[in-house]
């Protein structure tokens, strides 16, 4: 594994982690655990916190991967890349108010606003996945200059 693939691997890795641990909150709530429910609905948060840092680090020092499968495909994989970015925008979006209105209290909005962020979550979750696998297993791709390069003009 080389540093074009261990970030995404990692990055991929918390997004997962993330999903999992926001199901297990989800059930412990069922449940009536409010104390676990939070404890692991922030662990779920500081893994997708950690994707963001890990995916951004390395979008500005490494760069991102292009598309290396075929020709007849990349329509359709950019479509599916743009719907992933738009989907976790949102979920992250939706995340932050949910978190936030449950450390504030507000039960009756945190409960409907945080179904609602979970099954965006799991999609987001799963599109990630599938985005890495198209990547990095089915179709390895090339590399792009690093974002940091192309700001400061750097060959």
């Known amino acids: 594994m080389d540093i074009f693939t261990v970030f995404p691997t990692i990055s991929t ?20 655990k409010r104390e676990a429910h939070k404890k692991t609905m922030i662990a779920a948060a500081v893994a997708a916190v ?15 991967t292009s598309w290396g499968g075929p020709d007849n495909l990349s329509l359709l994989y950019h479509i599916f890349l743009i719907f992933h970015i738009v989907l976790a ?4 979006v939706f995340g932050i108010t949910t978190l936030t209105l449950g450390f ?7 409960r409907k606003w945080g179904r609602v962020t979970a099954v965006i979550w799991f999609i987001t979750a799963i599109t990630g996945v ?4 198209l990547l990095y297993i089915f179709y390895p ?15």
Do not use: C, E
């Open 13 to 32: 890795s918390f997004i997962v982690i993330s999903a999992v641990l926001v199901a297990i909150g989800w059930r412990q709530i069922i449940k009536g």
């Open 50 to 64: 950690l994707f963001f840092i890990v995916y951004m680090s390395r979008t500005v020092f490494v760069g991102n």
């Open 89 to 92: 925008t949102v979920a992250a």
């Open 104 to 110: 504030k209290a507000q039960y009756a909005k945190h």
């Open 130 to 133: 599938a985005v890495y696998v």
């Open 141 to 155: 791709g090339g590399h792009t200059k690093p974002v940091w390069d192309a700001i400061w003009g750097f060959n």
